[in-house]
């Protein structure tokens, strides 16, 4: 069966930075586009950032612009979210997802996407 899990999450200071992974199994990996969406408490899940099948086109959420990263290794089968510059309004649990569209592209809509990892918390203290 498919799994995604990610892994990386933790508790950090303000300014401080983390790179969180996305290993996926039981799926073709390089046929789908990727994405990281996060959700806080008394909030609704949200796109942080997205990556196309082959890793040439990318996109970041308002949020977290010139702050995050988003790449893939195709031969790992592995999405990373790297985050630089963390503020607390970053904390939420970090879901990595994948979606298996007909054409390429990345959606920043969570209904669209196929499967869903379990995520990873994470906190950032000021």
């Known amino acids: 069966q498919v799994q995604l899990v990610e892994s990386g999450g933790g508790l950090v200071q303000a300014g401080d930075s983390l790179r969180l992974s996305c290993a996926a199994s039981?799926?073709?990996?390089?046929?789908?586009?990727l994405g990281w969406f996060r959700q806080a408490p008394g909030k609704e899940r949200e796109i942080v950032a997205g990556?196309?099948?082959?890793?040439?086109?990318?996109y970041v959420a308002a949020p977290g612009k010139g702050r995050f990263t988003i790449s893939r290794d195709n031969a790992k089968n592995t999405v990373y979210l790297g985050m630089i510059s963390l503020k607390p309004e970053d904390t939420a649990v970090y879901y990595c997802?994948?979606?298996?569209?007909?054409?390429?592209?990345?959606?920043?809509?969570?209904?669209?996407?196929?499967?869903w990892g379990q995520g990873t918390q994470v906190t950032v203290s000021s």
């Open positions: 990556i196309d099948r082959s890793g040439g086109y990318t």
């Open positions: 039981g799926l073709t990996f390089s046929s789908y586009a």
């Open positions: 997802a994948a979606d298996r569209r007909p054409y390429d592209g990345i959606s920043d809509v969570s209904t669209e996407y196929d499967y």
